[in-house]
Protein backbone atom coordinates (compact mmCIF):
# COMPACT_ATOMS: atom_id res chain seq x y z
CA UNK A 1 0.00 0.00 0.00
CA UNK A 2 3.15 2.61 0.41
CA UNK A 3 3.10 5.23 2.70
CA UNK A 4 -0.14 7.00 3.86
CA UNK A 5 -1.39 9.52 6.34
CA UNK A 6 -4.92 8.45 8.01
CA UNK A 7 -6.50 11.61 9.97
CA UNK A 8 -8.83 10.65 12.63
CA UNK A 9 -9.60 12.25 16.01
CA UNK A 10 -7.12 11.84 18.79
CA UNK A 11 -8.76 9.97 21.94
CA UNK A 12 -5.98 9.34 24.35
CA UNK A 13 -2.67 10.75 23.52
CA UNK A 14 0.16 8.49 23.24
CA UNK A 15 2.51 6.78 20.29
CA UNK A 16 2.25 3.25 19.15
CA UNK A 17 4.48 1.28 17.14
CA UNK A 18 3.62 -2.08 15.34
CA UNK A 19 1.87 -4.34 12.71
CA UNK A 20 -1.70 -3.91 12.36
CA UNK A 21 -4.03 -6.38 13.61
CA UNK A 22 -7.48 -6.84 12.72
CA UNK A 23 -10.30 -7.15 15.81
CA UNK A 24 -12.88 -8.98 13.78
CA UNK A 25 -15.85 -11.16 15.90
CA UNK A 26 -17.57 -14.36 14.57
CA UNK A 27 -19.83 -13.81 11.28
CA UNK A 28 -23.56 -14.32 12.05
CA UNK A 29 -22.93 -16.72 9.17
CA UNK A 30 -20.47 -18.87 10.85
CA UNK A 31 -22.71 -19.13 13.88
CA UNK A 32 -24.79 -22.54 14.41
CA UNK A 33 -27.98 -21.68 12.40
CA UNK A 34 -31.15 -20.98 14.90
CA UNK A 35 -32.93 -24.42 13.97
CA UNK A 36 -30.17 -26.85 14.46
CA UNK A 37 -30.07 -25.16 18.93
CA UNK A 38 -32.33 -27.96 20.50
CA UNK A 39 -34.18 -26.29 23.65
CA UNK A 40 -36.88 -24.17 24.65
CA UNK A 41 -35.88 -20.65 23.27
CA UNK A 42 -36.92 -19.52 26.62
CA UNK A 43 -34.66 -21.50 28.76
CA UNK A 44 -32.19 -21.03 26.12
CA UNK A 45 -31.89 -17.36 27.02
CA UNK A 46 -31.87 -18.03 30.68
CA UNK A 47 -29.11 -20.15 30.60
CA UNK A 48 -27.04 -17.84 28.26
CA UNK A 49 -28.29 -15.11 30.20
CA UNK A 50 -26.39 -16.55 33.19
CA UNK A 51 -23.19 -17.58 31.48
CA UNK A 52 -22.60 -14.33 30.30
CA UNK A 53 -23.37 -12.84 34.01
CA UNK A 54 -20.65 -15.54 34.88
CA UNK A 55 -18.29 -14.36 32.22
CA UNK A 56 -18.70 -10.68 33.22
CA UNK A 57 -17.89 -10.89 36.58
CA UNK A 58 -14.86 -13.02 36.22
CA UNK A 59 -13.97 -10.04 33.42
CA UNK A 60 -14.52 -7.41 36.45
CA UNK A 61 -12.99 -9.27 39.22
CA UNK A 62 -9.79 -9.82 36.84
CA UNK A 63 -9.74 -5.74 36.36
CA UNK A 64 -9.64 -4.53 39.54
CA UNK A 65 -6.27 -3.98 39.90
CA UNK A 66 -6.53 -1.99 37.02
CA UNK A 67 -9.08 -0.08 36.52
CA UNK A 68 -10.37 2.72 39.35
CA UNK A 69 -13.95 2.25 40.58
CA UNK A 70 -15.64 4.70 38.42
CA UNK A 71 -14.62 2.78 35.42
CA UNK A 72 -15.28 -0.44 36.61
CA UNK A 73 -18.95 0.80 37.34
CA UNK A 74 -19.01 0.89 33.77
CA UNK A 75 -19.06 -2.79 33.83
CA UNK A 76 -20.86 -3.20 36.66
CA UNK A 77 -23.95 -1.63 35.22
CA UNK A 78 -24.07 -4.08 32.46
CA UNK A 79 -24.73 -6.87 35.29
CA UNK A 80 -27.88 -4.82 36.23
CA UNK A 81 -28.36 -4.54 31.66
CA UNK A 82 -28.10 -8.19 31.22
CA UNK A 83 -30.90 -9.39 32.98
CA UNK A 84 -33.31 -5.98 32.02
CA UNK A 85 -37.18 -7.19 31.73
CA UNK A 86 -37.68 -5.04 28.67
CA UNK A 87 -35.17 -7.16 26.72
CA UNK A 88 -36.32 -10.21 27.75
CA UNK A 89 -39.87 -9.00 26.60
CA UNK A 90 -38.59 -7.90 23.61
CA UNK A 91 -37.27 -11.15 23.10
CA UNK A 92 -40.08 -13.38 23.75
CA UNK A 93 -42.32 -11.29 21.82
CA UNK A 94 -39.61 -12.32 18.71
CA UNK A 95 -40.60 -16.17 19.57
CA UNK A 96 -44.15 -15.35 19.44
CA UNK A 97 -43.67 -14.19 16.20
CA UNK A 98 -42.05 -17.44 14.78
CA UNK A 99 -38.39 -15.60 15.18
CA UNK A 100 -35.29 -17.62 15.60
CA UNK A 101 -33.81 -17.03 18.95
CA UNK A 102 -30.88 -15.46 17.65
CA UNK A 103 -32.72 -12.79 15.23
CA UNK A 104 -35.48 -12.43 18.57
CA UNK A 105 -32.26 -11.44 20.91
CA UNK A 106 -30.50 -8.90 17.80
CA UNK A 107 -34.14 -7.42 17.34
CA UNK A 108 -34.34 -6.29 21.07
CA UNK A 109 -30.80 -5.54 21.62
CA UNK A 110 -31.31 -3.56 18.31
CA UNK A 111 -34.82 -1.76 19.36
CA UNK A 112 -32.90 -0.73 22.71
CA UNK A 113 -29.38 0.64 21.05
CA UNK A 114 -30.97 2.68 18.55
CA UNK A 115 -33.60 4.47 21.65
CA UNK A 116 -30.14 4.80 23.85
CA UNK A 117 -28.47 6.46 20.87
CA UNK A 118 -30.34 9.01 19.52
CA UNK A 119 -30.25 10.57 23.45
CA UNK A 120 -29.11 14.03 23.52
CA UNK A 121 -26.93 13.81 26.30
CA UNK A 122 -23.70 12.25 25.46
CA UNK A 123 -23.34 10.55 29.13
CA UNK A 124 -26.98 8.11 28.11
CA UNK A 125 -26.05 7.70 25.12
CA UNK A 126 -22.48 6.03 25.59
CA UNK A 127 -24.95 3.59 27.21
CA UNK A 128 -25.95 2.15 23.86
CA UNK A 129 -22.56 0.32 23.41
CA UNK A 130 -22.91 -1.20 26.66
CA UNK A 131 -26.93 -2.64 25.54
CA UNK A 132 -24.44 -3.71 22.29
CA UNK A 133 -21.85 -5.51 24.15
CA UNK A 134 -24.03 -7.52 26.80
CA UNK A 135 -25.93 -8.27 23.33
CA UNK A 136 -22.82 -9.40 21.72
CA UNK A 137 -22.18 -11.59 25.11
CA UNK A 138 -25.67 -13.14 25.39
CA UNK A 139 -25.84 -14.11 21.96
CA UNK A 140 -22.57 -15.89 21.72
CA UNK A 141 -23.49 -17.89 24.45
CA UNK A 142 -27.72 -18.18 22.87
CA UNK A 143 -25.84 -19.60 19.89
CA UNK A 144 -22.88 -21.52 21.32
CA UNK A 145 -20.21 -19.60 20.32
CA UNK A 146 -17.76 -18.33 22.65
CA UNK A 147 -15.01 -18.57 20.91
CA UNK A 148 -13.14 -14.77 20.68
CA UNK A 149 -9.98 -13.80 18.41
CA UNK A 150 -6.56 -15.05 18.88
CA UNK A 151 -4.17 -12.59 19.14
CA UNK A 152 -0.79 -12.87 17.27
CA UNK A 153 2.09 -13.20 19.35
CA UNK A 154 3.78 -10.37 18.98
CA UNK A 155 2.66 -6.71 20.41
CA UNK A 156 0.37 -4.78 17.66
CA UNK A 157 -1.63 -2.12 16.88
CA UNK A 158 -5.44 -3.45 16.93
CA UNK A 159 -7.64 -1.27 14.09
CA UNK A 160 -11.87 -2.02 14.18
CA UNK A 161 -15.03 -0.58 13.13
CA UNK A 162 -15.77 0.30 16.76
CA UNK A 163 -15.26 -2.20 20.07
CA UNK A 164 -17.43 -2.44 22.91
CA UNK A 165 -16.58 -1.44 26.50
CA UNK A 166 -15.30 -4.76 27.47
CA UNK A 167 -13.55 -5.70 24.12
CA UNK A 168 -11.04 -3.06 25.41
CA UNK A 169 -10.99 -4.75 29.28
CA UNK A 170 -10.78 -8.41 27.97
CA UNK A 171 -7.67 -7.85 25.49
CA UNK A 172 -4.33 -8.44 27.24
CA UNK A 173 -2.53 -5.17 27.69
CA UNK A 174 0.46 -6.21 27.11
CA UNK A 175 -0.20 -7.64 23.94
CA UNK A 176 -1.84 -3.86 22.25
CA UNK A 177 0.07 -1.00 21.75
CA UNK A 178 -2.62 0.87 20.65
CA UNK A 179 -6.17 1.54 19.01
CA UNK A 180 -7.47 2.61 15.97
CA UNK A 181 -11.53 2.53 14.72
CA UNK A 182 -13.50 3.47 11.72
CA UNK A 183 -15.55 5.61 14.11
CA UNK A 184 -16.41 5.81 17.85
CA UNK A 185 -15.78 9.33 19.48
CA UNK A 186 -14.00 11.04 23.13
CA UNK A 187 -16.83 10.55 25.11
CA UNK A 188 -17.72 6.82 24.91
CA UNK A 189 -17.29 4.38 27.14
CA UNK A 190 -14.50 2.89 24.97
CA UNK A 191 -12.68 6.19 25.28
CA UNK A 192 -12.84 6.26 28.71
CA UNK A 193 -11.58 2.80 29.68
CA UNK A 194 -9.10 2.98 26.84
CA UNK A 195 -8.07 6.71 28.82
CA UNK A 196 -7.72 4.72 31.97
CA UNK A 197 -5.67 1.84 30.72
CA UNK A 198 -3.18 4.16 28.71
CA UNK A 199 -3.86 2.74 25.87
CA UNK A 200 -2.65 5.42 23.03
CA UNK A 201 -6.23 5.99 20.99
CA UNK A 202 -7.36 7.12 17.45
CA UNK A 203 -10.78 7.17 16.73
CA UNK A 204 -13.09 8.47 13.45
CA UNK A 205 -10.70 7.60 11.51
CA UNK A 206 -13.14 6.33 8.34
CA UNK A 207 -13.59 4.16 5.88
CA UNK A 208 -9.72 4.57 4.93
CA UNK A 209 -8.81 2.28 7.69
CA UNK A 210 -10.51 -0.19 5.89
CA UNK A 211 -8.52 -0.67 3.40
CA UNK A 212 -5.22 -0.92 5.80
CA UNK A 213 -4.10 -4.67 5.18
CA UNK A 214 -3.17 -7.20 8.43
CA UNK A 215 0.19 -7.43 9.42
CA UNK A 216 1.14 -3.85 7.56
CA UNK A 217 3.32 -1.76 9.74
CA UNK A 218 1.84 1.48 11.38
CA UNK A 219 2.77 4.42 13.39
CA UNK A 220 -0.04 5.13 15.63
CA UNK A 221 0.53 9.01 16.78
CA UNK A 222 -2.14 9.65 19.32
CA UNK A 223 -1.23 12.92 19.90
CA UNK A 224 -1.66 14.73 16.15
CA UNK A 225 -4.78 11.93 15.66
CA UNK A 226 -3.57 9.95 12.75
CA UNK A 227 -2.02 6.68 11.43
CA UNK A 228 0.64 6.66 9.12
CA UNK A 229 0.90 3.37 7.15
CA UNK A 230 5.10 1.93 6.27
CA UNK A 231 6.57 5.16 8.38
CA UNK A 232 10.18 5.57 7.88
CA UNK A 233 12.64 4.92 10.18
CA UNK A 234 13.01 9.04 10.72
CA UNK A 235 9.50 9.36 11.27
CA UNK A 236 9.34 6.93 13.68
CA UNK A 237 12.51 8.62 15.98
CA UNK A 238 10.70 12.01 15.83
CA UNK A 239 7.34 10.27 17.05
CA UNK A 240 9.72 8.68 19.75
CA UNK A 241 11.41 12.10 20.45
CA UNK A 242 7.87 13.34 20.97
CA UNK A 243 6.49 10.96 23.06
CA UNK A 244 9.39 11.51 25.62
CA UNK A 245 8.77 15.23 25.75
CA UNK A 246 4.92 14.50 25.98
CA UNK A 247 5.79 12.04 28.78
CA UNK A 248 7.82 14.38 30.82
CA UNK A 249 5.00 16.96 30.37
CA UNK A 250 2.67 14.89 31.56
CA UNK A 251 5.21 13.97 35.08
CA UNK A 252 5.27 17.73 36.02
CA UNK A 253 1.43 18.14 35.56
CA UNK A 254 0.50 15.37 37.57
CA UNK A 255 3.42 16.06 39.90
CA UNK A 256 1.53 20.25 40.36
CA UNK A 257 -1.72 18.61 39.82
CA UNK A 258 -2.91 19.99 43.29
CA UNK A 259 -1.44 23.42 42.94
CA UNK A 260 -3.84 26.01 41.70
CA UNK A 261 -4.26 26.89 38.00
CA UNK A 262 -2.42 30.24 37.51
CA UNK A 263 -1.01 32.12 34.48
CA UNK A 264 2.14 33.51 33.90
CA UNK A 265 1.17 36.72 35.33
CA UNK A 266 -0.90 35.54 38.23
CA UNK A 267 -4.64 35.33 36.54
CA UNK A 268 -6.47 32.56 38.57
CA UNK A 269 -8.46 29.76 36.46
CA UNK A 270 -10.33 27.24 38.77
CA UNK A 271 -10.67 24.04 37.15
CA UNK A 272 -12.82 21.07 37.93
CA UNK A 273 -14.30 17.93 36.42
CA UNK A 274 -17.23 16.81 35.43
CA UNK A 275 -18.54 13.41 36.73
CA UNK A 276 -21.40 11.39 36.23
CA UNK A 277 -22.20 9.34 39.55
CA UNK A 278 -20.74 9.24 43.37
CA UNK A 279 -17.77 7.02 42.65
CA UNK A 280 -16.31 9.43 39.76
CA UNK A 281 -16.37 12.37 43.40
CA UNK A 282 -13.16 10.88 44.93
CA UNK A 283 -11.14 9.73 41.38
CA UNK A 284 -12.16 13.46 40.06
CA UNK A 285 -10.28 14.94 43.73
CA UNK A 286 -7.32 12.41 43.31
CA UNK A 287 -6.87 13.93 40.04
CA UNK A 288 -5.94 17.50 40.98
CA UNK A 289 -9.70 18.93 40.83
CA UNK A 290 -10.52 21.97 42.54
CA UNK A 291 -14.48 21.04 42.81
CA UNK A 292 -17.04 19.38 40.67
CA UNK A 293 -18.23 21.73 37.73
CA UNK A 294 -21.05 19.54 36.15
CA UNK A 295 -22.53 16.94 37.96
CA UNK A 296 -25.07 15.18 35.88
CA UNK A 297 -27.90 13.75 37.72
CA UNK A 298 -29.01 11.60 35.50
CA UNK A 299 -27.71 8.34 36.86
CA UNK A 300 -30.29 8.60 39.54
CA UNK A 301 -33.12 8.72 36.90
CA UNK A 302 -32.19 5.86 34.39
CA UNK A 303 -32.35 1.83 34.45
CA UNK A 304 -35.59 1.68 36.73
CA UNK A 305 -38.89 1.56 36.59
CA UNK A 306 -40.20 4.79 39.44
CA UNK A 307 -38.60 8.11 40.06
CA UNK A 308 -35.86 7.61 42.70
CA UNK A 309 -37.45 9.30 45.89
CA UNK A 310 -35.98 11.85 47.74
CA UNK A 311 -34.24 9.83 50.01
CA UNK A 312 -32.55 7.70 47.63
CA UNK A 313 -31.34 10.99 45.69
CA UNK A 314 -30.28 12.75 49.08
CA UNK A 315 -27.78 9.90 49.84
CA UNK A 316 -25.91 9.88 46.59
CA UNK A 317 -25.68 13.27 46.72
CA UNK A 318 -24.89 13.61 50.31
CA UNK A 319 -21.69 10.53 49.48
CA UNK A 320 -20.20 13.26 46.53
CA UNK A 321 -20.77 16.01 48.95
CA UNK A 322 -18.58 14.30 51.12
CA UNK A 323 -16.08 13.60 49.29
CA UNK A 324 -15.39 17.28 48.42
CA UNK A 325 -15.37 18.85 51.72
CA UNK A 326 -16.84 22.03 50.61
CA UNK A 327 -15.03 22.68 46.97
CA UNK A 328 -17.66 24.02 44.66
CA UNK A 329 -20.03 21.75 43.41
CA UNK A 330 -22.34 22.57 40.27
CA UNK A 331 -25.48 20.66 39.87
CA UNK A 332 -27.03 20.35 36.47
CA UNK A 333 -30.69 19.24 37.28
CA UNK A 334 -31.88 16.50 35.35
CA UNK A 335 -31.39 16.79 31.48
CA UNK A 336 -32.75 13.94 29.39
CA UNK A 337 -34.55 13.82 25.75
CA UNK A 338 -38.13 13.54 25.24
CA UNK A 339 -37.83 10.00 24.07
CA UNK A 340 -36.03 8.35 26.77
CA UNK A 341 -37.64 5.24 27.71
CA UNK A 342 -38.09 5.06 31.29
CA UNK A 343 -41.83 4.07 32.33
CA UNK A 344 -42.74 7.02 34.32
CA UNK A 345 -41.56 9.55 31.57
CA UNK A 346 -44.47 7.98 29.23
CA UNK A 347 -43.50 10.39 26.38
CA UNK A 348 -44.06 9.88 22.26
CA UNK A 349 -41.00 8.90 20.20
CA UNK A 350 -39.17 12.43 18.52
CA UNK A 351 -37.84 12.55 14.77
CA UNK A 352 -35.29 14.77 16.43
CA UNK A 353 -34.62 14.90 20.26
CA UNK A 354 -32.00 17.00 19.70
CA UNK A 355 -35.10 19.96 18.98
CA UNK A 356 -37.33 18.35 21.41
CA UNK A 357 -38.41 18.12 24.69
CA UNK A 358 -35.71 17.87 26.91
CA UNK A 359 -33.79 19.67 29.72
CA UNK A 360 -36.13 22.13 30.95
CA UNK A 361 -38.43 22.08 29.08
CA UNK A 362 -39.48 18.65 29.70
CA UNK A 363 -39.10 19.14 33.18
CA UNK A 364 -41.77 22.14 32.53
CA UNK A 365 -44.09 19.34 32.27
CA UNK A 366 -43.17 17.03 34.95
CA UNK A 367 -42.68 19.70 37.39
CA UNK A 368 -42.50 17.17 40.56
CA UNK A 369 -39.69 16.00 39.27
CA UNK A 370 -37.50 19.31 39.78
CA UNK A 371 -39.61 20.37 42.81
CA UNK A 372 -38.37 17.06 44.14
CA UNK A 373 -34.61 17.35 42.97
CA UNK A 374 -33.91 21.12 44.26
CA UNK A 375 -35.51 19.76 47.71
CA UNK A 376 -33.08 17.19 48.15
CA UNK A 377 -29.88 19.49 46.30
CA UNK A 378 -31.37 22.63 49.24
CA UNK A 379 -31.53 20.01 52.26
CA UNK A 380 -28.47 19.06 51.43
CA UNK A 381 -26.81 22.58 53.40
CA UNK A 382 -23.49 22.24 51.49
CA UNK A 383 -21.38 25.68 51.66
CA UNK A 384 -20.54 25.87 47.81
CA UNK A 385 -23.37 24.70 46.01
CA UNK A 386 -24.10 26.11 42.35
CA UNK A 387 -27.38 24.80 40.78
CA UNK A 388 -28.04 25.43 36.88
CA UNK A 389 -30.70 24.26 34.34
CA UNK A 390 -29.97 22.43 31.25
CA UNK A 391 -31.38 23.78 27.80
CA UNK A 392 -32.63 27.36 28.61
CA UNK A 393 -33.75 29.27 25.21
CA UNK A 394 -35.57 31.88 26.51
CA UNK A 395 -35.70 34.46 30.13
CA UNK A 396 -39.23 33.36 30.55
CA UNK A 397 -37.81 29.83 31.17
CA UNK A 398 -34.87 30.51 33.55
CA UNK A 399 -36.99 33.21 35.54
CA UNK A 400 -39.88 30.31 35.96
CA UNK A 401 -37.49 28.17 36.86
CA UNK A 402 -36.11 30.80 39.44
CA UNK A 403 -39.36 31.08 40.39
CA UNK A 404 -40.06 27.53 41.01
CA UNK A 405 -36.50 27.82 43.32
CA UNK A 406 -37.42 30.35 45.53
CA UNK A 407 -41.07 28.29 46.60
CA UNK A 408 -39.03 25.38 47.24
CA UNK A 409 -36.65 26.99 49.20
CA UNK A 410 -39.70 29.18 51.26
CA UNK A 411 -41.41 25.94 52.19
CA UNK A 412 -38.11 24.46 53.09
CA UNK A 413 -37.45 27.39 55.75
CA UNK A 414 -41.38 27.53 56.67
CA UNK A 415 -41.00 23.95 57.91
CA UNK A 416 -37.69 24.43 59.85
CA UNK A 417 -35.06 23.99 57.47
CA UNK A 418 -32.25 26.13 57.02
CA UNK A 419 -30.97 27.14 53.85
CA UNK A 420 -27.40 27.75 52.83
CA UNK A 421 -26.40 30.11 50.34
CA UNK A 422 -26.54 28.81 46.62
CA UNK A 423 -26.05 30.02 43.36
CA UNK A 424 -28.61 29.60 40.60
CA UNK A 425 -27.36 29.32 37.07
CA UNK A 426 -27.92 27.82 33.71
CA UNK A 427 -26.35 26.58 30.75
CA UNK A 428 -25.50 28.12 27.46
CA UNK A 429 -26.00 25.23 24.89
CA UNK A 430 -28.36 26.76 23.12
CA UNK A 431 -27.40 29.80 20.66
CA UNK A 432 -30.19 32.44 21.37
CA UNK A 433 -29.12 31.81 24.88
CA UNK A 434 -25.55 33.10 24.14
CA UNK A 435 -27.32 36.08 21.52
CA UNK A 436 -29.53 37.15 24.57
CA UNK A 437 -26.56 36.99 26.91
CA UNK A 438 -27.10 40.47 28.21
CA UNK A 439 -30.39 39.79 29.34
CA UNK A 440 -30.15 36.75 30.75
CA UNK A 441 -26.60 37.93 32.91
CA UNK A 442 -29.53 40.09 34.69
CA UNK A 443 -31.09 36.79 36.30
CA UNK A 444 -28.09 34.54 36.47
CA UNK A 445 -25.83 34.04 39.15
CA UNK A 446 -22.98 32.12 36.45
CA UNK A 447 -23.31 31.25 33.33
CA UNK A 448 -21.90 26.95 32.18
CA UNK A 449 -21.17 26.44 28.32
CA UNK A 450 -22.02 23.22 26.79
CA UNK A 451 -19.79 23.77 24.29
CA UNK A 452 -20.70 19.99 22.47
CA UNK A 453 -24.78 20.90 22.40
CA UNK A 454 -23.38 24.95 21.06
CA UNK A 455 -21.46 23.79 18.61
CA UNK A 456 -23.70 21.51 16.84
CA UNK A 457 -26.68 23.81 17.17
CA UNK A 458 -24.01 26.49 15.67
CA UNK A 459 -23.35 24.74 12.84
CA UNK A 460 -26.41 22.50 12.22
CA UNK A 461 -24.70 19.04 12.82
CA UNK A 462 -25.57 16.43 14.91
CA UNK A 463 -22.89 15.54 16.81
CA UNK A 464 -23.45 11.83 16.84
CA UNK A 465 -23.18 11.69 12.89
CA UNK A 466 -20.63 9.44 11.57
CA UNK A 467 -19.75 11.57 8.26
CA UNK A 468 -19.98 15.11 10.23
CA UNK A 469 -17.20 14.77 12.88
CA UNK A 470 -15.07 17.64 10.74
CA UNK A 471 -17.74 19.96 12.35
CA UNK A 472 -17.61 19.28 15.66
CA UNK A 473 -15.20 21.67 16.79
CA UNK A 474 -15.65 24.08 19.26
CA UNK A 475 -13.14 26.83 18.08
CA UNK A 476 -15.13 27.19 15.11
CA UNK A 477 -14.89 31.39 15.23
CA UNK A 478 -19.05 31.22 14.74
CA UNK A 479 -19.00 29.28 18.03
CA UNK A 480 -15.82 31.34 19.77
CA UNK A 481 -18.27 34.87 18.89
CA UNK A 482 -20.75 33.69 21.02
CA UNK A 483 -18.63 32.32 24.00
CA UNK A 484 -16.88 36.33 23.82
CA UNK A 485 -20.17 37.05 23.40
CA UNK A 486 -21.51 35.58 26.77
CA UNK A 487 -18.17 36.42 28.41
CA UNK A 488 -18.67 40.11 27.86
CA UNK A 489 -22.22 39.89 29.71
CA UNK A 490 -21.42 37.86 32.44
CA UNK A 491 -18.63 40.05 33.32
CA UNK A 492 -20.68 43.68 32.79
CA UNK A 493 -22.83 42.14 35.70
CA UNK A 494 -20.41 40.73 37.84
CA UNK A 495 -21.13 37.27 36.95
CA UNK A 496 -18.54 34.03 36.22
CA UNK A 497 -18.37 32.24 33.06
CA UNK A 498 -17.58 28.05 33.02
CA UNK A 499 -16.91 25.93 30.26
CA UNK A 500 -17.68 22.10 30.80
CA UNK A 501 -17.70 20.79 27.47
CA UNK A 502 -15.14 19.32 25.64
CA UNK A 503 -13.14 22.34 24.73
CA UNK A 504 -12.71 23.09 28.34
CA UNK A 505 -10.20 19.48 28.00
CA UNK A 506 -8.27 20.65 25.01
CA UNK A 507 -5.33 21.72 25.51
CA UNK A 508 -5.35 23.51 22.50
CA UNK A 509 -9.10 25.64 23.45
CA UNK A 510 -7.74 26.85 27.01
CA UNK A 511 -5.75 29.58 25.89
CA UNK A 512 -8.40 31.27 23.47
CA UNK A 513 -11.14 30.07 26.54
CA UNK A 514 -9.53 32.16 29.07
CA UNK A 515 -8.36 35.03 26.47
CA UNK A 516 -12.04 35.43 25.84
CA UNK A 517 -12.22 35.59 29.74
CA UNK A 518 -13.68 32.02 30.57
CA UNK A 519 -13.49 31.67 34.75
CA UNK A 520 -13.39 28.17 35.14
CA UNK A 521 -12.72 25.12 33.17
CA UNK A 522 -14.33 21.77 33.83
CA UNK A 523 -13.50 18.56 32.03
CA UNK A 524 -12.95 14.79 32.30
CA UNK A 525 -10.70 13.71 35.79
CA UNK A 526 -8.19 12.20 33.63
CA UNK A 527 -7.68 15.81 31.99
CA UNK A 528 -7.57 18.21 34.76
CA UNK A 529 -3.50 17.56 35.49
CA UNK A 530 -2.81 18.39 31.81
CA UNK A 531 -5.49 21.96 31.78
CA UNK A 532 -4.15 23.05 34.79
CA UNK A 533 -0.49 22.83 33.47
CA UNK A 534 -1.51 24.48 29.97
CA UNK A 535 -3.06 27.23 31.74
CA UNK A 536 0.43 27.88 33.76
CA UNK A 537 2.33 27.82 29.99
CA UNK A 538 0.47 31.26 28.93
CA UNK A 539 0.60 34.63 30.39
CA UNK A 540 -3.14 36.31 30.29
CA UNK A 541 -1.74 39.06 27.93
CA UNK A 542 -0.86 36.22 25.61
CA UNK A 543 -3.95 34.38 25.69
CA UNK A 544 -6.08 37.58 24.52
CA UNK A 545 -3.64 38.04 21.54
CA UNK A 546 -4.93 34.33 20.80
CA UNK A 547 -7.93 34.66 21.28
CA UNK A 548 -8.62 38.09 19.33
CA UNK A 549 -6.94 36.55 16.19
CA UNK A 550 -9.25 33.14 16.66
CA UNK A 551 -12.08 35.64 16.60
CA UNK A 552 -10.61 37.00 13.69
CA UNK A 553 -10.23 33.22 11.97
CA UNK A 554 -12.20 31.98 9.52
CA UNK A 555 -12.74 28.01 10.29
CA UNK A 556 -11.64 26.23 13.14
CA UNK A 557 -8.21 24.81 11.49
CA UNK A 558 -6.86 28.27 11.30
CA UNK A 559 -7.39 28.90 14.96
CA UNK A 560 -5.91 25.55 15.88
CA UNK A 561 -2.77 26.89 13.92
CA UNK A 562 -2.56 29.99 15.60
CA UNK A 563 -2.48 28.60 18.73
CA UNK A 564 -0.38 26.06 17.86
CA UNK A 565 2.50 28.92 16.57
CA UNK A 566 1.74 31.01 19.89
CA UNK A 567 2.21 28.27 22.20
CA UNK A 568 5.31 27.25 19.87
CA UNK A 569 6.82 30.91 21.08
CA UNK A 570 6.59 30.57 24.71
Not at 222 to 229: I, R, S, T
Not at 461 to 478: K, M, N, V
Not at 536 to 558: C, H, K, T
Request: hydrophobic share 45%; charged share 25%.
Amino acid sequence: MGRQVLRGAPVVAGVAIGRCWWFRRSAEAERPHADEQAGDPIERLTQARALARAELEQLIASARDRLPASELAILEAQLLMIDDPALEQTYREGIAQGKSPAASWQDAVKSFSQLLSALPDPTLRARAADVEDIGERVLRHLMGDSASPELPPEPVVLCAEDLVPSDVVALPAERIRGLALVSGGPTSHVAILARALGLPTVMQVGEELRAVAEGSSVLLDAYEGQLVLEPDPVEIEEALATEKVHERERQRAEGQRFEPARTRDGYRVEVGANIGRPAEARAAIDAGAEGIGLLRTEFLFVDRDEPPTEEEQERALRAIAEVLGGRPLVVRTLDIGGDKPVPYLPLPKEDNPFLGLRGLRLLRRYEDLLRTQLRVLLRLGYPDLRIMFPMVATVEEFRWARAVTTEVARALEAAGQSIERFQLGMMVEVPAAALLAERFAIEVDFFSIGTNDLTQYVLAADRGHPELSDYQDPLHPAVLRLIDQVCQAAHACGKWVGVCGEAAGDRVAVPVLIGLGVDELSAAPSRVAAIKDEVRRWSREAAQQVARAALNASDAAEVRAVVEQARAGL
